[in-house]
């Protein structure tokens, strides 16, 4: 819902190295205050190993997806179709918890949910103990952190922009606010039956976008400050010749040999 213009603000404000053509295949912005197409259900953290219930406190009231209720280490899920594996994950996401420990997962890519012990997928992770946003891969009840980015300035009690790309090679480029965030290649997961989010009570989750194209082009590398152009090169070699030559033919002119 606030960055509801965030997808469209990208492709117009960031031509260059960022062309943007989406083609979408699902999206949800939740403006009419339900989560229809929606599975809900909790997870009890705490047994060993984590068990799914029933039960899951998730609303779409405010207009957003959000987690409304809970204990400590309870997992409200709400889990939606999708089985785009190359392509462009657009979503806001509302950060908060319960004195900066609470910890939520935005699962973009999921062939099984987890956490399970056929659980494979990969996820967005915001981590409040260490204050960062994770990409992380689930298998089983396992997950293994692929790249990590922690703001300055924190991420809590604010609403952030995540984008996501993964090409045919397993590439992935993730970016927070605009900014490039993450960039890892992982190609052990290569199908996808859900998208879910997963949250003790607080945050929110709005304006997700799924398309089966790269929307957002990476940033070209930095320049090597130590690289030379070749047409540089060639200038410069070819005013050397021509100062040799002048000092040569200058010096015979003065009578030296």
Same mark, same amino acid.
């Given at each position: !819902?606030?960055?509801?213009? *965030?997808? #469209?603000?990208?492709?117009?404000?960031? #031509?260059? %190295? @960022?062309?943007?053509?989406?083609?979408?295949?699902?999206?949800?912005?939740?403006?009419?205050?339900?989560?229809?197409?929606?599975?809900?259900?909790?997870?009890?953290?705490?047994?060993?190993?984590?068990? $799914?219930?029933?039960?899951?406190?998730?609303?779409? *009231?405010?207009?957003?997806? $959000?987690?409304?209720?809970?204990?400590?280490?309870?997992? =409200?899920?709400?889990?939606?179709?999708?089985?785009?594996?190359?392509?462009?994950?657009?979503?806001?996401?509302?950060?908060?918890? $319960? =004195?900066? !420990?609470?910890?939520?997962?935005?699962?973009? !890519?999921?062939?099984?949910?987890? %956490? =399970?012990?056929?659980?494979?997928?990969?996820?967005?992770?915001?981590?409040? %103990?260490? @204050? $960062?946003?994770?990409?992380?891969?689930?298998v089983g009840y396992d997950y293994y952190e692929l790249g990590e980015y922690a703001p300055e300035g924190g991420i809590t009690d604010k609403w952030w922009h995540i984008d996501v790309t993964r090409d045919a090679d397993g590439h992935f480029y993730v970016y927070a606010n605009g900014t490039l965030a993450m960039e890892v290649v992982d190609t052990e997961v290569t199908t996808s039956e859900y998208f879910r989010f997963a949250s003790e009570s607080g945050p929110a989750l709005d304006n997700i976008i799924v398309s089966d194209t790269i929307d957002i082009e990476p940033p070209p590398p930095p320049e090597d400050p130590f690289y030379i152009q070749p047409w540089f090169l060639a200038a410069a070699s070819a005013a050397v010749v021509l100062v040799i030559g002048t000092v040569w033919m200058r010096r015979r002119e003065i009578g030296f040999s």
């Amino acid at each position: !819902m606030v960055f509801v213009g *965030a997808v #469209l603000l990208l492709c117009s404000t960031m #031509l260059g %190295p @960022f062309p943007c053509s989406a083609d979408e295949v699902w999206s949800d912005d939740f403006d009419d205050g339900n989560f229809d197409g929606w599975t809900v259900f909790g997870l009890d953290a705490a047994s060993e190993p984590p068990r $799914r219930v029933d039960v899951g406190f998730i609303s779409a *009231a405010d207009n957003t997806l $959000r987690a409304t209720g809970g204990g400590m280490s309870y997992f =409200s899920i709400a889990s939606h179709p999708s089985s785009v594996t190359i392509g462009t994950w657009s979503f806001d996401v509302y950060v908060t918890g $319960r =004195s900066g !420990m609470s910890k939520t997962f935005v699962g973009f !890519m999921n062939a099984a949910l987890p %956490p =399970s012990e056929s659980a494979l997928g990969y996820d967005i992770g915001i981590d409040l %103990p260490l @204050f $960062r946003f994770v990409l992380l891969k689930w298998v089983g009840y396992d997950y293994y952190e692929l790249g990590e980015y922690a703001p300055e300035g924190g991420i809590t009690d604010k609403w952030w922009h995540i984008d996501v790309t993964r090409d045919a090679d397993g590439h992935f480029y993730v970016y927070a606010n605009g900014t490039l965030a993450m960039e890892v290649v992982d190609t052990e997961v290569t199908t996808s039956e859900y998208f879910r989010f997963a949250s003790e009570s607080g945050p929110a989750l709005d304006n997700i976008i799924v398309s089966d194209t790269i929307d957002i082009e990476p940033p070209p590398p930095p320049e090597d400050p130590f690289y030379i152009q070749p047409w540089f090169l060639a200038a410069a070699s070819a005013a050397v010749v021509l100062v040799i030559g002048t000092v040569w033919m200058r010096r015979r002119e003065i009578g030296f040999s």
